[in-house]
C-alpha cells in the first residue's frame, strides 16, 4: 500500500530564506508526482506536476525534483516571501488516484 | 486549467439530515474525483465518478452513506446522508485533465459542520 510521507509537518521562517520541503513515498510505481498549495479553508491549487519520466519541474521561484527510484520528491522554494505561507502538500497518482501526504505547514515571517 | 465551482461552499447542518454539494466544471472531462479532508487532515478519496457509469468507492466508504451522481461530462453532485459530527469536514471536487497524463484540479471545496 502506498503511502506518502512530508517532513517537517511544519516550517517557520523569515522572509527571504531559501527553504526544502521533503516528500517520500514507499512504492516507486508511480504515474506522476504533483505539489499542491492550500490556503486555511480553501481548496487545493496545483503548483507543479512532474511526470514519472522527469526529473524536475520549475514555475517561477518554485522547484521540484523526483528522483522515483529513491521514492523522494523535494519542492525548493526560493526568496520566500509571506505570501508563500500556506500547508503544501504532495501526492502522488497511482492506481487512477491521488494520494496525498499529511502537508507541511510553512510561515514565512515579514 | 477547467474551472470547477462547488455549491455550496460552506454549511452548518444538523445531525440526521443529508445535504447534496454540487460540482460544476466549466469543461468537459472524463474523470472526477469526490476527496474528503477531515479537520487538521490530509485530503482522502472517495470515489471516482465517470458519467455513464457507477461511481467507484474506495475502502471505507459505501454508497448508501455517499450517493454519487455523473448525469454528465461537466457535472457531478455527492450527498453525504444521515450525517453526524463525524462528517463535518471539506469536501472537494477533482477533475483530471491532460489526456491521461494525470494532473488533478480542485475545486474550492465545502465546508460541511454538523451540530
Known amino acids: 500500500k502506498q503511502e506518502v510521507t512530508q517532513i517537517p509537518a511544519a516550517l517557520s521562517v523569515p522572509e527571504g530564506e531559501n527553504l526544502v520541503l521533503n516528500c517520500s513515498f514507499t512504492d516507486s510505481a508511480i504515474y506522476n508526482l504533483q505539489w499542491f498549495r492550500q490556503d486555511p479553508g480553501k481548496g487545493l491549487t496545483s503548483l507543479l506536476l512532474i511526470q514519472s519520466s522527469q526529473r524536475e519541474q520549475t514555475s517561477g521561484r518554485l522547484n521540484a525534483s523526483l528522483d522515483k527510484s529513491s521514492g523522494r520528491s523535494t519542492l525548493y522554494i526560493a526568496a520566500s516571501q509571506p505570501g508563500d505561507s500556506a500547508t503544501y502538500l504532495c501526492a502522488v497518482f497511482q492506481g487512477g488516484k491521488l494520494i496525498f501526504g499529511q502537508g507541511t505547514e510553512l510561515s514565512v515571517k515579514p | 486549467s477547467a474551472v470547477i465551482s462547488q455549491k455550496p461552499s460552506r454549511d452548518i447542518c444538523q445531525r440526521g439530515t443529508s445535504l447534496t454539494i454540487q460540482c460544476q466544471v466549466d469543461?468537459?472531462?472524463?474523470?472526477m474525483f469526490w476527496y474528503r479532508q477531515q479537520p487538521g487532515q490530509s485530503l482522502t478519496l472517495i470515489a471516482t465518478?465517470?458519467?455513464?457509469?457507477?461511481?467507484?468507492?474506495e475502502s471505507g466508504f459505501v454508497i448508501d452513506k455517499f450517493p454519487i451522481s455523473r448525469p454528465n461530462l461537466t457535472f457531478s453532485t455527492l450527498t453525504v446522508s444521515n450525517m453526524s459530527p463525524e462528517d463535518s469536514s471539506i469536501y472537494l471536487c477533482s477533475v483530471e485533465e491532460g489526456q491521461g497524463a494525470g494532473e488533478l484540479f480542485f475545486g474550492e471545496g465545502s465546508r460541511l459542520t454538523v451540530l
Open positions: 465518478a465517470n458519467q455513464g457509469s457507477e461511481a467507484t468507492y
Open positions: 469543461s468537459q472531462v472524463t474523470m
